[in-house]
């Protein structure tokens, strides 16, 4: 039976909209991207917060979860916040407090967490049922003085209730805290720096509005992460970071040698770098000695408690603790680069990316504004004091005269205002006055009063009227604040320390602990390679999968270097101590290194420092290579060889003085290879002319023993007449001598 549809209704037509389809998503498009920018990615350069986090501390302060009072459970703020302020999924917003609470995240956490909120080996927090939460001072120093219309506010999502646009910001969290995001096309990434040394820029650019960012740096020397660790970026480098709001920071795990007896030792690992989670870490460290990636390291163990205590021993006693650490900083995440990219909205909700000072200025020109409005917040309750302390002065004179009116007086109230000049504020307060307040000293105290606010009304005046003034009392409160933060404090103390990496040729040494033996290459032509000990006597004796045979094979040794060269002119370099062993039939080399599987294996041969290779494609160009330009730790390979759809040629030493190449077209070409230019990479020059087809083979010779070929049978041909052949480079050549093979190579492929 089919179901019924009912027609279409008359206001149907009103919900349809003609345009065209892209300018539809493009709208719709910059829309969500707008709202990912300034709603979710990018933090407030006034205080420091994305929404989800300035509205967790506003519902927290609204709940009273002061740092003196007992915490609540985190379902019930998380409940609050997504039910007045943030429309969003629990779970999403109870990440972001547990983020909040984490001493390993967070350099001043602004929540105060009891119970399971994670560890630094990346375990997740416990249910938010089973957490209680509250906020910490550093917390309570940015919602200061949010009661006192120090911030805009704004309807929440709902309109039934209204929420602070940027929090009052007693310290600049933006930088202290740190922050990251992803928007739609841009992101954020701003390393945690210490607050009392942030405090000492922020006063030396009250003092001096035109200091340079080198001069704020005497203050604020780099980052300050939550885990420690040793910062070894230049500080050349670190300037131009903090210039630009543009750049990395280096930064390694914190170590010393332990002597274990007998003279060996272990390496302790104290601290790990920030964002490193420690069983990640252990675990990468094991992989690097089962894959034999790290050989001079003997092996790893976690023996943490409470603080990080990761034991690292060594292959040999031989080997120098620096020399082993230098070569792990380089293959693990014992040293990391913390991308800074000091992307905010500024205070009118523009992103764009910011220096230290200007960020600092932002902060800064925020403290003043919330000072101001602050103070005329104050102004206002001591002037509406002062009228209702005038009022009742005036009844304390005359209070015969009001008592009189009080008691026989229809409309008291009325006649109060007629009589003496009152407003209704104060002749409501007089007749609030209870009987008992009419006393002499009652008086005297409004007297007293009435003369301290005068007095701080004064004041007030006057520093509002006086920039200067606002200036040295936003100083004033800095310096309150550095009280808490400061570098003094437990809280405050610097974690992570400046050094220089040390100048220490850890691949060398690496390269020193690998034992030198003789091996032979083998790669089959479906690109299984493998490692064979000693020389391999008969490659007929080889096996291999099944519809696979034997594609190249190279003598080297275990120290060596392997060059393999791709049809699309790249060269991928793979150590030979890291080869599979030839006892089954290896392993993929497309596993090893990137390679399309539509790109091909041109060439293999064991590296040697300063041989010259002549490096040529099939289109009939070519350079002298040297070897050691050719050589790249990228998994991507390193691109050298400029070629067409049709790829290259395989390589040949340079290990004569005359070039002889032979195209498809069967011509030859003979020409000196001084004509040949040595580069590092590109197309290089025309070797041959074609008409059609491209470069077959090429041979290099000496003109002292002259030029040879090698016919099917294996023999090898003089070629007495070879002068004959003998141009200039780039000519089209003349057509093979007879005898020459048919295959048209020099020798057999």
């Not at 009392?196 to 340079?212: F, H, K, T, W």
């Not at 960012?213 to 980052?223: R, Y």
């Not at 000091?342 to 992103?351: K, M």
């Amino acid at each position: 039976m089919s179901k019924h549809v009912p027609p279409p209704s008359d206001d149907d037509g009103d919900r349809i909209i003609n345009e065209p389809l892209t300018e539809a998503l493009s709208r719709r498009y910059l829309a969500y991207a707008l709202s990912t920018i300034t709603g979710r990615a990018l933090p407030d350069v006034r205080d420091g917060l994305k929404p989800v986090h300035r509205r967790l501390l506003f519902a927290m302060r609204q709940l009273r979860l002061d740092p003196n009072s007992s915490a609540k459970k985190s379902a019930r703020v998380v409940g609050d916040v997504i039910g007045k302020y943030h429309p969003h999924g629990d779970s999403a917003v109870y990440e972001a407090l547990v983020r909040l609470a984490q001493d390993f995240s967070q350099r001043y956490p602004l929540i105060n967490g009891q119970g399971n909120f994670g560890n630094i080996d990346g375990d997740n927090a416990a249910a938010m049922r089973y957490t209680e939460c509250k906020l910490t001072e550093a917390a309570q120093l940015l919602l200061d003085g949010i009661d006192e219309d120090a911030v805009d506010f704004r309807s929440t999502y709902d309109g039934e209730d209204e929420e602070p646009v940027v929090l009052p910001a007693g310290f600049p969290n933006l930088l202290a805290n740190g922050s990251s995001g992803i928007a739609v096309g841009m992101a954020t990434s701003i390393p945690p720096h210490n607050a009392g040394e942030l405090i000492d820029a922020c006063l030396l650019m009250l003092d001096a509005p035109d200091v340079s960012t080198a001069d704020l740096m005497v203050h604020v020397k780099g980052p300050d992460f939550p885990t420690g660790g040793v910062i070894v970026e230049p500080h050349a480098s670190m300037v131009e970071t903090y210039e630009t709001g543009r750049g990395g920071i280096r930064t390694r795990a914190t170590w010393t040698r332990e002597d274990t007896g007998r003279g060996t030792y272990q390496i302790v690992i104290t601290e790990i770098p920030y964002q490193v989670k420690k069983a990640d870490l252990v675990e990468q460290l094991a992989n690097l000695i089962e894959n034999k990636r790290a050989p001079l390291l003997g092996d790893v163990r976690d023996e943490s408690a409470e603080d990080v205590r990761l034991i690292l021993e060594p292959k040999s006693r031989n080997i120098e603790p620096e020399v082993l650490m230098e070569s792990l900083f380089k293959l693990s995440d014992l040293e990391t680069r913390f991308p800074v990219n000091l992307n905010v909205l500024d205070a009118r909700g523009t992103p764009r990316v910011m220096s230290l000072k200007e960020a600092l200025r932002a902060f800064l020109d925020h403290r003043r504004e919330v000072l101001v409005r602050r103070a005329r917040h104050r102004l206002g309750k001591i002037e509406a004091r002062l009228h209702i302390l005038d009022g009742l002065l005036i009844a304390y004179l005359n209070l015969d005269e009001v008592i009189r009116i009080v008691r026989h007086e229809n409309e008291p109230k009325a006649k109060l205002i007629e009589t003496f000049t009152l407003s209704e504020l104060q002749a409501d307060a007089i007749l609030n006055t209870r009987l008992r307040q009419l006393a002499r000293l009652e008086e005297m105290e409004i007297r007293r009063e009435h003369g301290e606010l005068s007095e701080e009304r004064d004041g007030l005046l006057k520093l509002l009227e006086s920039e200067p003034r606002q200036w040295k009392l936003v100083g004033v409160g800095l310096k309150e604040v550095k009280k808490v933060l400061g570098q003094e404090t437990k809280l405050g103390a610097r974690r992570s320390i400046f050094a220089d990496a040390p100048d220490v040729d850890a691949e060398a040494a690496m390269e020193a602990m690998i034992p030198r033996e003789p091996i032979t290459v083998i790669l089959s032509e479906r690109g299984w390679i493998r490692a064979a000990k000693g020389k391999v006597d008969d490659p007929s004796e080889l096996k291999f999968k099944e519809g696979d045979k034997l594609g190249f094979i190279v003598p080297a040794e275990t120290t060596d270097k392997l060059l393999i060269l791709a049809s699309d002119g790249r060269f991928f370099t793979i150590g030979c101590d890291k080869l599979p062993s030839a006892r089954g039939h290896g392993e993929p080399l497309r596993l090893m290194i990137d390679l399309e599987d539509q790109v091909d294996i041109i060439d293999v041969f064991a590296h040697k420092p300063g041989v010259r290779r002549v490096l040529a494609s099939k289109a009939g160009y070519g350079f002298i290579l040297n070897e050691d330009d050719a050589v790249s730790a990228r998994r991507a390979g390193k691109q050298v060889l400029t070629v067409d759809k049709r790829g290259a040629v395989p390589t040949l030493a340079v290990n004569g003085d005359h070039m002889a190449v032979i195209g498809d077209n069967g011509k030859i070409l003979i020409f000196p290879v001084a004509e040949l230019p040595e580069m590092p990479r590109g197309k290089g020059v025309k070797l041959q002319a074609y008409r059609e087809g491209g470069l077959r083979d090429a041979a290099v010779f000496t003109a002292e023993t002259g030029a040879t070929w090698i016919d099917p049978a294996g023999r090898t041909r003089v070629w007495g007449e070879w002068r004959d052949w003998l141009g200039r480079r780039a000519g089209a050549g003349k057509l093979a001598p007879k005898g020459f093979p048919t295959s048209k190579r020099f020798k057999p492929k």
